[in-house]
């Protein structure tokens, strides 16, 4: 039977990125009647230093954003990664499995690590046994993410193939990333061949999901472009990635293919494109963070959902982990 699983890292502002390449999607999945499950990855986020206030606030507000977005608490599990102990467990158990020279081929870690990787917590080099422990202990058979987590899924499958081939079973299901969308990459709004990031140091880089219309306005109209006007067509777009992030971000939130929106503003200068766009984002992003401030207004509400999440999303993952240590020999378990 089909589930699906994923997480996103309270570790700042959500960005349009976040939105676009997950949030949106993650409402489907629940509305075709297919076990959906959330997960705010706290453990992931503390990879890098987190400030504790920082992190508190940022965790509520990631789960008003999933609930902001579509998501339906009684329908999907939503919760917080730190309260099932199962992730953590069957991390280990996938420290085991995986091999260093997988590990040393991640490019986000190479990414994230920089020249310094000496200085990179052991955390952020395993982050991707974590991150395949936390879809895999529930068995989760579909991930709908961004195009950046493409390497972290093959290497969750890679992992569940080995465990599945060093005791025999057949256990582990395949899991598939789901990636689609006319933005599965959004780019950075100052530097087209950069990944829009909530921890790009620039805020002028990327529009979050609490920016007010005046804000998301002026980010469009101050993002670089080049000076020509757009092309005719998409084929036009191939060597201009800044111009094609803009047309992207607008067909995703216009909920059109690429194609269509070159036939509404092909040839159009940017002077006059920017202006749609922005009317466009701040018409779409809005009501989210107007949902997102309000459920913020009172955090119980939300504390109560992510308690009532973490049983839940436990219930299933604990018999998992179980049936995991006894295949692998472990006494007691069950
Ligand atoms: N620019 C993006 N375009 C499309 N999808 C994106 N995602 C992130 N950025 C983009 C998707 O959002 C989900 C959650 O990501 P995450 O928070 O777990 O980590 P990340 O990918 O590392 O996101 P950030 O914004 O870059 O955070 P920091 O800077 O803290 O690392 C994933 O499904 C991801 O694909």
């Given at each position: 039977?089909?589930?699906?699983?994923?997480?996103?890292?309270?570790?700042?502002?959500?960005?349009?990125?976040?939105?676009?390449?997950?949030?949106?999607?993650?409402?489907?999945?629940?509305?075709?009647?297919?076990?959906?499950?959330?997960?705010?990855?706290?453990?992931?986020?503390?990879?890098?230093?987190?400030?504790?206030?920082?992190?508190?606030?940022?965790?509520?507000?990631?789960?008003?954003?999933?609930?902001?977005?579509?998501?339906?608490?009684?329908?999907?599990?939503?919760?917080?990664?730190?309260?099932?102990p199962e992730h953590t467990q069957m991390a280990w158990v996938?420290?085991?499995?995986?091999?260093?020279?997988?590990?040393?081929?991640?490019?986000?870690?190479?990414?994230?690590?920089?020249?310094?990787?000496?200085?990179?917590?052991?955390?952020?080099?395993?982050?991707?046994?974590?991150?395949?422990a936390?879809?895999?202990v529930?068995?989760?058979?579909?991930?709908?993410?961004?195009?950046?987590?493409?390497?972290?899924?093959?290497?969750?499958?890679?992992?569940?193939?080995?465990?599945?081939?060093?005791?025999?079973?057949?256990?582990?299901?395949?899991?598939?990333?789901?990636?689609?969308?006319?933005?599965?990459?959004?780019?950075?709004?100052?530097?087209?061949?950069?990944?829009?990031?909530?921890?790009?140091?620039?805020?002028?880089?990327?529009?979050?999901?609490?920016?007010?219309?005046?804000?998301?306005?002026?980010?469009?109209?101050?993002?670089?472009?080049?000076?020509?006007?757009?092309?005719?067509?998409?084929?036009?777009?191939?060597?201009?990635?800044?111009?094609?992030?803009?047309?992207?971000?607008?067909?995703?939130?216009?909920?059109?293919?690429?194609?269509?929106?070159?036939?509404?503003?092909?040839?159009?200068?940017?002077?006059?494109?920017?202006?749609?766009?922005?009317?466009?984002?701040?018409?779409?992003?809005?009501?989210?963070?107007?949902?997102?401030?309000?459920?913020?207004?009172?955090?119980?509400?939300?504390?109560?959902?992510?308690?009532?999440?973490?049983?839940?999303?436990?219930?299933?993952?604990?018999?998992?982990l179980?049936?995991?240590?006894?295949?692998?020999?472990?006494?007691?378990?069950?």
């Open positions: 039977t089909p589930r699906v699983f994923s997480g996103i890292q309270p570790s700042g502002n959500l960005t349009l990125g976040n939105y676009l390449g997950a949030l949106k999607r993650f409402a489907n999945s629940q509305n075709e009647g297919i076990e959906s499950i959330f997960c705010m990855v706290d453990l992931h986020a503390i990879t890098v230093w987190q400030d504790p206030e920082k992190l508190r606030h940022a965790t509520r507000e990631l789960a008003a954003g999933f609930i902001a977005s579509g998501l339906d608490p009684q329908k999907s599990i939503l919760f917080n990664q730190s309260q099932v996938f420290n085991c499995v995986a091999r260093m020279g997988w590990m040393k081929r991640m490019t986000q870690f190479k990414d994230k690590a920089g020249k310094n990787a000496e200085q990179a917590s052991l955390g952020l080099f395993g982050y991707p046994a974590l991150m395949a936390d879809i895999l529930y068995h989760a058979t579909h991930v709908p993410v961004g195009e950046d987590q493409k390497q972290h899924l093959e290497l969750t499958q890679e992992i569940g193939r080995k465990f599945n081939h060093d005791y025999g079973v057949a256990f582990f299901p395949e899991t598939q990333p789901v990636i689609e969308g006319a933005a599965t990459r959004v780019m950075s709004l100052r530097d087209g061949t950069k990944k829009m990031s909530k921890s790009d140091p620039s805020d002028m880089s990327r529009i979050n999901l609490t920016d007010d219309a005046d804000t998301i306005a002026r980010k469009i109209r101050k993002a670089k472009t080049d000076p020509e006007p757009l092309p005719s067509d998409a084929e036009g777009l191939e060597d201009r990635p800044e111009a094609r992030n803009l047309v992207n971000i607008y067909a995703a939130l216009s909920d059109q293919s690429v194609a269509d929106v070159m036939r509404e503003v092909g040839g159009k200068p940017f002077s006059e494109f920017k202006p749609m766009l922005a009317d466009l984002a701040v018409d779409r992003i809005a009501p989210i963070s107007d949902e997102m401030a309000r459920l913020m207004k009172d955090v119980s509400e939300i504390d109560r959902i992510l308690t009532d999440g973490a049983a839940r999303a436990r219930a299933i993952a604990h018999p998992i179980q049936q995991t240590y006894q295949i692998m020999g472990m006494v007691g378990a069950m």
